[in-house]
Each structure stands twice: as C-alpha cells, then as structure tokens.
C-alpha cells in the first residue's frame, strides 16, 4: 500500500486465507495491496454502471418528453 492514511477492516478469517493464497499466486507484495486493487477495480466497475444507467435514464426521460426521437 502506499503512504496514504489507511484504515482497518474487520473479514472473516476463512476469508483472508483465501485472499492470501490469491494474492500470493497473483504475485502481489501482500494482502492489503491485492484487496485495494480488487476494491478499487469493484468499485470503478459499480461507478461505470451508475454512469451508464444515469445516462440511460436521462435519454429516455428526453425521449418521453420529445426531444429526442423515439
């Protein structure tokens, strides 16, 4: 992890072994850094399909309004 203020997350001990084990397997320094690149891809993922839905939404409230053609 790099030097921004960190914060501690509580997971179920099954659940980090197995973090571990991929992490290791993947080739990553440790455990912390391979959650962060899965959090921060997760959660990259989940922005993109708000985006896609906020501009899904927004055409078809201007198709209903006739702006746009239906």
Do not use: C, F
Request: hydrophobic share 30%; proline share 1%; net charge negative.
């Amino acid at each position: 992890m790099d030097s921004e203020e960190s914060s501690s997350v509580s997971l179920p001990s099954e659940l980090v072994t197995d973090l571990r084990e991929r992490a290791e397997a993947t080739g990553y320094e440790d455990v912390d850094e391979y959650v962060e690149q899965i959090l921060t891809a997760v959660l990259a993922e989940v922005e993109s399909i708000e985006t896609t839905t906020d501009e899904e939404d927004v055409k078809n409230r201007l198709k209903s309004l006739g702006y746009l053609d239906q």
